[in-house]
């Protein structure tokens, strides 16, 4: 486990100036039994699970307020960052309304959001539970949603995590290409996701979402695209492509990339046309995307300009969105590089800020091959999108 | 990854039959981007991650259908168990509202609750978009809680849920007997449980809860106990005692057990009279407990019995609570054996039923020796409590 005081102390600074920026007097992270109802927020503002219902409270004249269970009390005190520590072993209550009372805050952020599931970290019953504790006080008029705060909270990495996210890009690269060395003709998808699991075990790393799907592994044109699982009916085959989506979690940040291979046949002097002329249109649709990733655009705009270059060079949409943001998470949550459509709600809208790093992803389908998809990782800078990835120039042959 | 197949439909077969008793029409799960933010119920009916937004229904007359986005689908048709699968593209809301108009449930159970976080999974944001969705119907009138929908059927361990909690419980004790043979005078907390951590890397077997505090290991008597982590200050000693607090989650189901050692001095026949005192007093009042464990009573109850025998002792009594169901996680929701202190809320008054599975604990300081303590594994069955760990039945001694 890497040691998260500095990391979280970092970002209770920035949630305090977070606060005075948006005008929001407290913020407000409610948990319980976190290991089964995890608060994605409290991994930026602590890092350990709670078990007893714990509140944590910052406010945007930098008071960073812990109410927690008397066992969790001296684990609270060892991350550092809290002002104040106050523990109880029968209820939360009491010492909860008597500091709100004190703090007497005009807006109090909740961590819910109709559309930002990261920002979406109370339960529903947790929250009446909080608004029984409150019921002799009008406190709960004052409940503002914590979306903005965690957007930028979670969105603007701190230098310490994209060092992070860079570290899990190079490890996420290295087994791309050792990938590259074991695939040969006559595996399946599950060998080459097994091979990746085996490495990512040797270095004790995590899979940077569920491993089942971490890779995912596509081989040939029949092998479904999406979040399939690799099959072992699929098999590596000359003459057609395989493609990898996977990233690897490390010390707590995660990559989250795809590549593709070309296998040769015999009588091939390079991957055909067809697969070459659809991996330079989604190379192209990507660096358009790329280019209009600057601090002030909008999820939806971003999106559009990939979008629209893959259907000027005459193939279908994607059927996603173009990009997510990705840090703790693959998908961490917030704005959204994707259509306004309604399964994305608020999240298209969302503004890209420097500091934000961004998967950016697409892919056609070659008719014949199987599927050509590229993705790369990169930090929006004030002078606008960087590849904090090696991007992939050309399909790689195996 | 186990094949979690036949569980799900043992457990969706389970559902429709608890729907019917209770007199519940339908139960809706409502999730999205699950690894971000999971809902422990939707581990028991799909066994999946889901990235969109996704609606599994379960009705009283056993229909049980899905509406998922079109790249889950495959997968979840895949688990098996569903009747129907819907997939979208652009959002869910036309397909639910459709789904949910042509069932017409009387009442519509829905994943909240005051009292049990394995009931709370759905959101409060996403609790707020589905009540947009549903604006222009009367469903949301039909809500109800899903509390004793999801508590029967996550604390009714089937056939094969208790085969896979007692083989993580053999796992585990033959941990606890190595590192038995491992500690020595000299060795800090953090080296015991790094020990730990090498034999569950070996195994490749994840620890039931955060593995910066499982095991928790708490050497001679200043360390502090309860959701303390290792620490380098706190080493072996003879004439002390070493406690440690662990358990393994193998194939998704988990132990929690506790074991205490003396460190033998050379003049030492046997632990000191106060150490054996205090284990035999917190054995009986295990045992005690255990004795109260019978189907139909409530959580309080059993929790009664065990507190009376430590304070019939002459001890203080344990601040927290007698035990807490075990399985899909080591505090696995539903009824607590516990007091009725407020930050329990409801669940101490829940009903104990044949089939479900405690971790039962308690312990006692020993001035100048550490921590006596003590946690065991429990099946309810129709005749009362069944050890599934073999229980401790005195001091080990390093």
Same mark, same amino acid.
């Given at each position: 486990m890497p040691d998260n005081s500095r990391l979280v102390r970092e970002k209770l600074d920035q949630a305090a100036a977070i606060l005075d920026e948006l005008g929001i007097d407290a913020w407000l992270t409610f948990v319980r039994e976190t290991a089964l109802s995890p608060d994605p927020s409290l991994d930026l503002i602590l890092g350990l699970d709670m078990v007893w219902q714990s509140a944590f409270i910052v406010t945007r004249d930098n008071q960073r307020i812990a109410i927690v269970g008397k066992h969790d009390m001296e684990n609270v005190e060892?991350?550092?960052?809290?002002?104040?520590?106050?523990?109880?072993?029968?209820?939360?209550?009491?010492?909860?309304?008597?500091?709100?009372? /004190?703090?007497?805050? =005009?807006?109090?952020?909740?961590?819910?959001? +109709?559309?930002?599931?990261?920002?979406?970290?109370?339960?529903?019953?947790?929250?009446?539970?909080?608004?029984? #504790?409150?019921?002799?006080?009008?406190?709960?008029?004052?409940?503002?949603?914590?979306? $903005?705060? *965690?957007?930028?909270?979670?969105?603007?990495?701190? @230098?310490?995590?994209? +060092?992070?996210?860079?570290a899990a890009i190079e490890t996420t690269l290295a087994i791309f290409y050792q990938v590259g060395e074991f695939a040969r003709p006559g595996m399946s998808e599950v060998e080459v996701a097994s091979f990746v699991h085996d490495l990512c075990q040797e270095q004790r790393l995590d899979t940077a979402w569920e491993a089942d799907y971490c890779p995912t592994v596509s081989a040939g044109p029949s092998s479904p *695209?999406?979040?399939?699982?690799?099959?072992? =009916?699929?098999?590596?085959?000359?003459?057609?492509?395989? @493609?990898?989506?996977?990233?690897?979690? =490390?010390? !707590?940040?995660?990559? !989250?990339? =795809?590549?593709?291979?070309?296998?040769?046949?015999?009588? !091939? !002097?390079a991957p055909p046309h067809a697969v070459r002329q659809g991996f330079e249109v989604v190379r192209g649709a990507l660096q358009a995307g790329l280019e209009a990733l600057v601090p002030g655009a909008q999820g939806w705009q971003v999106d559009a300009a990939a979008r629209t270059a893959i259907v000027e060079a005459g193939y279908p949409e994607y059927q996603h969105a173009f990009g997510h943001h990705v840090g703790r998470a693959a998908h961490d949550g917030s704005?959204?590089?994707? $259509?306004?459509?309604?399964? #994305?709600?608020?999240?298209?809208?969302?503004? *890209?800020?420097?500091?934000?790093?961004?998967?950016?992803?697409?892919?056609?389908?070659?008719?014949?091959?199987? #599927?050509?998809? /590229?993705?790369?990782?990169?930090?929006?800078t004030p002078e606008g999108g960087r590849w904090l990835s090696d991007p992939q120039t050309e399909v790689w042959v195996i």
């Open positions: 060892a991350v550092g960052g809290y002002t104040t520590i106050i523990p109880y072993v029968e209820g939360i209550r009491e010492s909860l309304l008597s500091v709100l009372l /004190q703090i007497d805050p =005009q807006t109090l952020a909740l961590n819910y959001s +109709e559309s930002d599931v990261a920002a979406d970290g109370l339960a529903h019953g947790l929250m009446l539970l909080l608004q029984r #504790y409150l019921i002799d006080t009008d406190l709960a008029e004052r409940f503002v949603s914590a979306e $903005p705060v *965690i957007a930028a909270l979670r969105g603007r990495k701190s @230098h310490l995590e994209v +060092e992070r996210i860079q *695209i999406g979040h399939a699982g690799p099959m072992v =009916q699929y098999v590596i085959k000359p003459g057609a492509l395989v @493609h990898m989506d996977f990233g690897v979690r =490390q010390d !707590d940040y995660c990559a !989250d990339l =795809q590549r593709v291979w070309y296998v040769r046949r015999d009588e !091939d !002097d704005t959204v590089l994707g $259509p306004r459509w309604e399964r #994305y709600g608020d999240t298209p809208m969302g503004v *890209i800020e420097a500091g934000n790093v961004f998967a950016i992803e697409l892919g056609v389908e070659v008719e014949g091959y199987g #599927y050509v998809g /590229q993705e790369e990782n990169v930090l929006v």
